[in-house]
């Protein structure tokens, strides 16, 4: 069963993931169209529809409906975004867990630089976000902008540890292990094997991929950004671990953030956009550029290509089995 696709061109491989990709995307429709309703009592359309009847109401939200929303988000990550990549690698190595570069755990110094690039990085992030916010969209795009913000700062209520640690594993956790699998671990390394002479390139088209899935236009040049970074952390270490530690320190940051903000103990909301001065967010790119020049100095010799001589050497030892 393992490795049935490793002798196929990339762009074949890529074409073989994009339909694990549409597969199981039909797969989680399936389940909220004939099966949730049933078992929960609710359609999709049904919980959001009470969701906003609620804010609207500043009545607090049925903690069965948020519970509900919840297991949604939790299987959208897992079935629309882990398991294709998860089924592909079987398909595409015989050692998946290499193919992927999770067979290494990375060592202490590239962990602490690939945070430094993500935590240097978020002035000029918002930097740019504030500018994607002054574009001309339309009312109907600003309008599903407004009721997905509502929709977090409702799954993002938190009373207590319990919830703070149950949305770490929702919203930072899960979604990083299951994006970073899908768009690190799959699209930008296949995308590097269809132009293995401009990798940089394969990386921007990664992060404009991993921004347009999720939809959110309003955020979409930071997103890119984001994106590009992690995928810079992955093509410079040959880690994925360290891309998924990346990600999950950004989403795992913010749902602190607004925990301690929802607890009073600290004072500025943190899903309200405050301007960034043009002068920090310099700053801030200028110390980025300098974290991911350091973090390429701690790179192993020869890490970014051992893909391609890993696959090589697959292939190699396969012939005549």
Excluded at 58 to 86: D, E, H, M, R
Excluded at 169 to 184: G, K, S, T, V
Aim: glycine share 4%; with cysteine.
């Amino acid at each position: 069963m393992t490795g049935r696709l490793k002798q196929y061109p990339p762009s074949l491989q890529f074409a073989a993931f994009v339909g694990f990709f549409l597969l199981f995307s039909v797969l989680y429709l399936f389940f909220l169209a004939f099966v949730f309703p049933p078992i929960s009592g609710y359609s999709l359309t049904t919980l959001q529809s009470e969701l906003y009847t609620a804010q609207e109401a500043l009545a607090p939200v049925s903690p069965k409906v948020l519970g509900y929303l919840k297991l949604t988000q939790f299987l959208y990550s897992l079935v629309v975004f882990l398991l294709p990549p998860v089924f592909f690698t079987f398909m595409v190595a015989d050692r998946p867990a290499k193919w992927l570069r999770i067979d290494r755990t990375p060592r202490f110094l590239p962990i602490i630089l690939a945070f430094s690039i993500m935590l240097v990085a978020f002035p000029f992030v918002s930097y740019t976000g504030d500018w994607n916010h002054t574009w001309p969209f339309s009312p109907e795009v600003r309008k599903l902008e407004e009721q997905t913000e509502t929709l977090t700062r409702v799954l993002l209520t938190m009373s207590n540890i319990s919830d703070l640690l149950i949305n770490l594993a929702l919203i930072a956790i899960i979604p990083a292990i299951a994006e970073e699998f899908f768009f690190r671990g799959v699209v930008q390394r296949l995308f590097i094997k269809m132009m293995p002479q401009l990798p940089w390139l394969a990386v921007f088209i990664t992060a404009v991929c991993f921004s347009a899935i999720h939809m959110q236009w309003m955020d979409f040049i930071p997103r890119v950004l984001l994106g590009f970074l992690l995928g810079a952390i992955y093509y410079l270490s040959g880690n994925l671990w360290l891309s998924i530690l990346g990600h999950f320190l950004n989403n795992g940051l913010q749902v602190v953030m607004i925990y301690l903000y929802q607890a009073k103990i600290i004072k500025t909301d943190p899903m309200t956009s405050t301007p960034t001065e043009w002068y920090i967010a310099a700053l801030s790119l200028a110390l980025t550029i300098g974290a991911i020049w350091l973090f390429d100095k701690q790179t192993t010799p020869g890490e970014r290509e051992h893909n391609h001589r890993d696959d090589f050497n697959d292939n190699v030892e396969s012939i005549g089995k």
